[in-house]
Every structure is written in structure tokens, then in C-alpha cells.
């Protein structure tokens, strides 16, 4: 069981523009080809950079405001009118065989919401978006269950598929019956946790038994235990 990857949900025919192009040319190819942000890429296709629509609107917002109701706006780069000036840089890239948790991990630690995606000669294969990664919670409930029980339950060491009851509800997975020794019960919540589509997983496995033998409380300081059956006390 594996993580898709990113070569599964990127997008392969890639907008991409060079450092000298322009604003206005950007701004078409964002709203022409319904895309939010295009890499920028050197001659031998390895990205520089990213612009997006937030660099644009950064443009926008240091326009002067004609309604006065906003303070002076700070000074614009000096060539923002073109993508060298405009793009994020330098480029945050990830590769083709790297996982869908990867990619998210590394977006989330940069605040970015695209990646350009390279071989290993770093020349730009793909691009890769927070929608794209999201897809994989588009996965049916009966999918997920099949995954769970064919692949989580089926081919760990020790575990019977019949001994566990797997239920799936937009994502959530509940997971019942008995596991015994109990450690596996907790190897097969942190394999389905990683299966793509999950969204959380209920533990009731082993419940009854937990039911039945509550932990024991620890003896008072100073309180002796009770005598053994069968044990006598000598006098003094």
C-alpha cells in the first residue's frame, strides 16, 4: 500500500513563460487557460520561479487608490511589469515520484499553493496545485473499504480480515471487532490513517474487552497489600 504520487494528480501540459514576459501577458494566459499561477522558466526549461495571481494583485494594490480611501500605496518593483520581477523566487520544486503527503508537507511548510514539478536533471515535467492534491479525497467510501480490507487488513502479518469490521462513511473509517495481541490493532489504525481518502479513523476495536478489564488502580502509599489465600500472620 503506497501513497499516490505526484505524477498521478499533476498537470502535465504546463503553461509556462519566460523571465521577459509581460503583466498584461501573464494576466491573459492566467484567464485564458483558467489557471491561477505559471512557472517561470530559464532556456533550458528549469523553473526560476512562480508568478501567481497574489504577485498581480500585489501590482494592483500599489496603484494609486482615486477614492483617497486608502493610505499612499507602497513603491512597485521596479520591473514588475515583467515575470522577473513578479515571480516568487527562487522556485520551490518537488519531483514526480514524490508522494501526494509529501507535496502538501511541503507546501504547507513554504505557504505555497503550487509546485513545479521536475525530473532529475531539474528541467519542468509538471505543475502541481493544493486542488490537485485534494483529489485524492475525492475517492468513494466503497474504494477506501476495499483498499482497507484487500491491502491494510489482508496483508498484515498476524491479522485476519474477518476479524475486523470496517465501515466507511464520507471518509471517516470506524473499525470494530478484536485484535489480539492488542499492539496490532494499533499497527492497523496507523496503516489505515495513511490510506489516500481518509479523513479519520474511529478506534472500536477490542472495545468490549477494554470494557471489561478497567485498568487497575494503583495502591495508597502506606496501605499494605492483602495477605495471599492461605497465608497466615505470625504473632509477635
Known amino acids: 500500500m ?23 501577458e501573464i494576466a491573459t494566459l492566467l484567464h485564458e487557460y483558467d489557471i491561477s499561477a505559471v512557472p517561470v522558466v530559464d532556456p533550458d ?3 526560476l520561479g512562480v508568478v501567481s495571481e ?14 483617497r480611501l486608502s493610505p499612499p500605496p507602497p513603491a512597485a518593483a521596479a520591473d514588475a ?5 513578479l515571480m516568487t523566487s527562487p522556485a520551490v520544486c518537488t519531483t514526480p515520484e514524490a508522494s501526494v ?10 505557504h505555497l499553493k503550487h509546485l513545479p514539478v521536475v525530473d532529475g536533471s ?14 485524492v479525497f475525492l475517492r468513494g467510501d466503497r474504494e477506501i473499504r476495499t ?38 490493532a494499533k ?17 472500536r476495536m477490542n472495545e468490549r474487552a477494554r470494557r471489561l478489564d478497567p485498568p487497575h488502580r494503583p495502591v495508597p502509599a502506606g496501605r499494605p497489600l492483602a495477605a495471599s489465600a492461605g497465608a497466615t500472620e505470625e504473632g509477635p
Not at 81 to 85: D, I, N, Q, V
Not at 177 to 183: A, D, H, M, Q, W
Not at 188 to 201: E, H, I, P, Y
Open 101 to 110: 503527503v509529501e507535496a502538501a508537507r511541503l507546501m504547507g511548510r513554504h
Open 187 to 203: 499497527v492497523v489504525l496507523r496503516l489505515c490513517r495513511a490510506v489516500d481518502g481518509v479523513v479519520s479513523v474511529v478506534d
Open 147 to 184: 483498499e482497507i480490507v484487500e491491502d491494510v487488513l489482508g496483508r498484515t502479518a498476524g491479522v485476519s480480515p474477518a476479524a475486523v469490521g470496517v465501515e466507511v462513511d464520507q471518509g471517516v473509517v470506524t473499525l470494530s471487532g478484536i485484535l489480539e495481541p492488542p499492539y496490532l
Open 54 to 67: 497574489a504577485d498581480l494583485l500585489r501590482v494592483q494594490a500599489a496603484q494609486e487608490d482615486p477614492s
Open 81 to 85: 511589469a515583467t515575470a522577473r520581477g
Open 2 to 24: 503506497t501513497h499516490r504520487t505526484v505524477y498521478q494528480v499533476m498537470t502535465r501540459d504546463v503553461v509556462r513563460v519566460a523571465p521577459g514576459t509581460g503583466f498584461r
Open 45 to 47: 526549461e528549469r523553473p
Open 122 to 135: 531539474g528541467h519542468l515535467t509538471g505543475m502541481v496545485s493544493r486542488s490537485d492534491l485534494l483529489r
